[in-house]
Nanobody, 127 residues
């Protein structure tokens, strides 16, 4: 599985961006997907996740109500719509993928459970 993230850029505080992460291969609908971010001098942190079907999503408290994760399995793509951006959202954003266990309950997977990572896309929010 190869992941290609795109959509980052420079935006003013209060603005919006939509990140995309395209996956190669024909297994996308079997993948749980996540977005993480890393700001300068900080560790990589969880942003949002969506399960293989799109039926379950979770968000970090810091982005809840402002960011929306979604997926289009026909296009092998996961999205992160980011609204009301703040300067503290400035970071490199990474998408990640892990083959789903198709269990009945979904949960927030830690970063080390994801087997595949994209290259990252820079988001800079100016205040």
């Amino acid at each position: 599985v190869q992941l290609q993230a795109s959509g980052g850029g420079l935006v003013q505080a209060g603005g919006s961006l939509r990140l995309s992460c395209a996956a190669s291969g024909r297994t996308f609908s079997s993948l749980d997907m996540g977005w993480f971010r890393q700001a300068p001098g900080k560790e990589r942190g969880f942003v949002a996740t969506i399960n293989w079907s799109g039926g379950s999503t979770y968000y970090a408290d810091s982005v809840k109500g402002r960011f929306t994760i979604s997926r289009d399995n026909a296009k092998n793509t996961v999205y992160l719509q980011m609204n009301s951006l703040k300067s503290e959202d400035t970071a490199i954003y990474y998408c990640a993928a892990d083959f789903s266990g198709f269990s009945g309950s979904y949960y927030v997977k830690p970063a080390d459970e994801y087997d595949y990572w994209g290259q990252g896309t820079q988001v800079t929010v100016s205040s």
